[in-house]
């Protein structure tokens, strides 16, 4: 009678480590498939949640009067400071111009502290003054928030600290 109860035991025992490697195992990487840079070094988010860029921007008049410099400086956090950011803007033909200001983030793969790091930027490019300003992170769409630059603020000598 004994024996019948210890092989139950063991089995019971067995079944149960088994389960919870398998779901420690799955938890693990689905855990790690959701929070880790990809081959390419972007940064990852969920689906759900679009990256939110908060800049200021200001335009200066230039000749002819409709058109002129249009300036989005800013910065964004970064996961650990072995992140770089690049910046484009591209500027559709039509009128209004539509812009999009490219936001691309890459990796050196070094290991770095897990510090979350500003990473400052400056963007500029020539449209009119009603142009449509969006963003993309990574190529996703993002959240750009424009703030219009005070009548003593210059953004032209906005600093952007390079890495290096």
């Keep these: 009678m004994q024996d019948q109860s210890i092989k139950k035991g063991t089995i019971i025992w067995w079944a149960v480590a088994i389960l919870v490697i398998l779901g420690g195992t799955w938890g693990y990487f689905h855990y790690k498939s959701l929070q880790t840079p990809t081959d390419t070094g972007e940064v990852l988010a969920e689906d759900t949640e679009a990256m939110r860029i908060d800049a200021k921007h200001q335009f200066k008049n230039g000749l002819p009067a409709q058109t002129g410099k249009h300036i989005v400086a800013g910065s964004v956090n970064m996961p650990t400071a072995c992140y770089t950011l690049t910046t484009q803007a591209t500027v559709a033909e039509s ?23 500003a990473e400052r930027f400056k963007v500029d490019f020539t449209a009119s003054e009603n142009a449509q300003i969006k963003a993309t992170w990574n190529g996703k769409p993002a959240i750009l928030n424009l703030i219009p630059a005070g009548a003593d603020e210059d953004l032209t000598n906005f600093e952007v600290f390079i890495k290096g």
């Design 95 to 117: 009128m209004p111009e539509q812009v999009t200001i490219a936001f691309t983030t890459s990796t050196s793969g070094d290991i770095c502290a897990q510090v979350i790091t």
